[in-house]
């Protein structure tokens, strides 16, 4: 019934993609949030509950350590597990890419026949009809 | 001097707390801490337009305030089930992932669950076995029930609180 959650099909979110992919260095976890809005320019800013909830399972999954510093400061590193489920989603982040280059993309653009939403819509409607 | 607000929300509906704090911070009383488990503590300075968030992580630890405060969210509250943050109107949400915040949520809907699950057992236990204590030992009887009773509502009303939540959540997702 209930999807699986990504700890256990190592189908990443982005948010833990971002966060194994900025670990691969030893790093403290309020660093973490600020290289992963650097590294992507501003597009994926993670909040600090999702970091903290994160981090915790990501630790419990046992693809990130962490390492104990002086002042109570904690340093997070990928563990080997965790690296081979990042190598992993990234071979599947672009085979999907691969996809979308093949077949709909060209010269960067998405080519194909977009329905406009009015279309979408009166699809919808129709596609709804036939299911009752 | 102090004003002091109900806590109505949290569990239940933490928007409405959250506006509650907002509106009070634009007159210039700002959020200070909790007293007991039912007020929220106000305290006067300047107008502000202050952002607050809710979080109710069952435990809280340095390192949980430190990612706050390193994102604009200063801890206000910080207690086992109820943390609160005050940042500038705009402040990035502190979930920027809804399937990060219902993890939480179904979590403490868990844990609600089976508290309440228990005590309702032992209601029902009172009732089955302490029937005769009605008559003889009233007095004892309403204790017992009371004792029963109050951790029953304050963590099936939560129950319920999260289920809907939960709810709208996974609608909007």
């Not at chain 2, 959250?18 to 305290?43: C, D, N, P």
């Not at chain 2, 219902?102 to 979590?107: C, G, R, V």
């Amino acid at each position: 019934m209930a999807k699986k959650s990504p700890y256990e099909s190592g189908e990443l979110t982005d948010s833990i993609f971002l966060i194994l992919l900025a670990c691969l260095e030893p790093i403290h976890g309020y660093k973490l949030m600020q290289i992963i809005q650097e590294m992507t320019n501003g597009i994926m800013e993670i909040g600090p509950a999702t970091m903290y909830t994160t981090l915790k399972k990501l630790n419990a999954a046992g693809w990130i350590v962490t390492i104990s510093e002086e002042e109570n400061k904690i340093l997070y590193q990928v563990t080997k597990e965790g690296h081979t489920v990042l190598q992993e989603d990234l071979s599947r982040r672009k085979k999907l890419m691969e996809v979308a280059e093949h077949y709909f993309i060209s010269e960067g653009k998405v080519e194909g026949k977009a329905l406009s939403t009015i279309d979408f819509k009166s699809n919808k409607g129709e596609m709804e009809g036939e299911n009752e | 001097m102090s004003k002091y607000r109900f806590i109505t929300g949290l569990a239940i509906n933490k928007e409405k707390d959250i506006k509650v704090m907002q509106e009070m911070s634009e007159k210039g009383w700002h959020l200070a801490g909790t007293k007991g488990v039912f007020l929220y503590r106000f305290e006067q300075g300047e107008p502000m337009q202050y952002d607050y968030a809710i979080n109710m992580e069952m435990s809280v630890d340095e390192e949980m305030l430190t990612l706050y405060k390193s994102s604009g969210w200063t801890p206000v509250v910080a207690q086992p089930g109820c943390q609160i943050f005050r940042g500038k109107r705009g402040n990035p949400p502190i979930y920027s992932d809804v399937n990060s915040e219902i993890e939480l949520l179904e979590n403490n809907r868990r844990l609600a669950g089976k508290i309440a699950l228990l005590f309702f057992a032992l209601l029902l236990l009172l009732f089955a076995l302490g029937g005769g204590l009605i008559k003889s030992y009233p007095i004892i009887f309403l204790f017992l029930f009371l004792i029963l009773i109050i951790p029953f509502v304050f963590t099936f009303l939560p129950f319920l609180g999260y289920t809907r939540t939960i709810y709208k959540k996974r609608k909007t997702e």
